[in-house]
């Protein structure tokens, strides 16, 4: 894969799916400019009591992958990781 636009399908789908789809560099940096300057302005504004939320740009989201269990996530002692490779 390379030499592929970024903005091609096959990228995309390498990338989470069909949304990312014409998100290549230049739309990403494009939506961040977005939000710096709309946090900018909401940062140096000159508000009444509170400052307005302004929502961000619209971005593709990735699917969310299955989350693991706490038992597979639960950290091992020294003692443990040494058993484990002690079997092979």
């Known amino acids: 894969m390379q030499r592929l636009p970024d903005t091609s ?3 995309a789908l390498a990338s989470g799916g ?3 789809f014409g998100w290549g ?3 990403h940096l494009s939506a961040d400019l977005f939000d710096a ?3 900018n302005t909401r940062a140096t504004g000159q508000w009444g009591k509170k400052a307005p ?3 961000a ?3 593709p989201q990735s699917k969310r992958k299955p989350e693991k269990t706490k038992a ?3 950290p091992r002692s020294v003692a443990e990781i ?3 490779f002690q079997r092979r």
């Open 9 to 11: 399908l096959t990228i």
């Open 18 to 20: 069909r949304e990312f």
């Open 25 to 27: 560099q230049d739309r």
């Open 37 to 39: 300057l709309n946090q």
């Open 53 to 55: 939320k302004i929502p």
């Open 57 to 59: 740009f619209p971005r």
């Open 72 to 74: 597979a996530t639960k």
């Open 82 to 84: 040494y058993k484990h």
